[in-house]
């Protein structure tokens, strides 16, 4: 099989480039526009292709690509945050980098699995059960927009191919973060340095937490043919759901000190997995035994 992977040197696709390797011809798109994993991507990169490049840039790469199985759109604008300062730079990476990855889909009938979040789900105000795979679209900020717009994009244009994962906060052992976006890559390096933590909120914001292991057991089940298409909440669970404060204390940690509430931030968040469950998929790894 010949894969393309989008963001091949970022957390999520360093780690699927790693398990897919010896399995598939690989080709990666990044423009190493951030450093998100401590594993070295460009050592593992033989005998594959890779191209520094933009996702927007795809048909000005120096040879054509052979026929593609599946595109993995991992290439993102991953911040609110940064998204309010320049909304132009993510709508054109989040939006019409992700219409472009639809229509190399198209053109090359292959299946395309685009890595979206929950906030394309807005605020959620008022909301404290988990959230179904019904819950309409209604997002709020740049962010939450753009990507929003890449995945109705995937849902228009690949009804028979097109795979849309709202996840939820993913994590595992070779993430770094920020504190804008891989919040827990971001904690454990704050802890083992001793670097204060700033909790913005109350602590008490609650989110499910999904090992990135886990989310490329979906990957594959995508490749298997054993996943519908269409839109869905990624997520650890109810299993897998904790407060910030707890998370920091399951660290380790403490919170050095608090901070007014970031703009749109969701004060709760969990995912049902609801159809992925009935279709064979759930986590298996408990956060607090990674911890």
Request: charged share 20%; proline share 4%; aromatic share 10%.
């Amino acid at each position: 099989m010949n894969i393309l992977i989008t963001g091949n040197a970022g957390f999520i696709g360093n780690a699927l480039w790693d398990r897919w390797k010896d399995k598939y011809t690989l080709i990666g798109v990044d423009n190493l526009s951030r450093e998100t994993s401590i594993s070295p991507i460009i050592d593992s990169l033989q005998p594959h292709l890779f191209f520094l490049e933009d996702v927007n840039n795809i048909d000005n790469l120096p040879l054509n690509l052979p026929k593609l199985d599946l595109i993995v759109h991992l290439a993102a604008q991953v911040a609110v945050t940064h998204s309010l300062i320049d909304p132009i730079s993510d709508f054109k990476t989040n939006a019409e980098g992700t219409l472009r990855m639809c229509l190399l889909a198209k053109k090359h009938q292959c299946k395309l699995i685009y890595s979206s979040t929950n906030k394309v789900y807005g605020e959620l105000i008022g909301v404290n059960t988990p959230i179904k795979d019904s819950t309409p679209f209604s997002p709020q900020t740049p962010y939450g927009i753009s990507k929003c717009c890449g995945a109705q994009y995937v849902l228009d244009i690949l009804p028979d191919n097109g795979y849309v994962f709202n996840q939820s906060c993913i994590y595992g052992e070779k993430q770094l973060g920020t504190v804008d976006q891989g919040w827990i890559g971001w904690l454990k390096n704050c802890i083992s340095k001793n670097i204060p933590v700033t909790c913005y909120g109350d602590g008490n914001q609650i989110r499910d937490l999904l090992h990135v292991d886990d989310l490329l057991d979906l990957y594959e089940l995508v490749l298997d043919g054993r996943i519908l298409p269409g839109s869905y909440v990624v997520g650890g669970g109810e299993e897998n759901s904790y407060s910030f404060s707890e998370v920091v204390r399951v660290m380790g940690g403490e919170i050095s000190k608090y901070k007014n509430w970031r703009l749109h931030d969701q004060k709760y968040f969990v995912s049902s997995n609801e159809k992925l469950n009935c279709l064979g998929w759930k986590p298996k790894i408990k956060f607090s035994d990674t911890m």
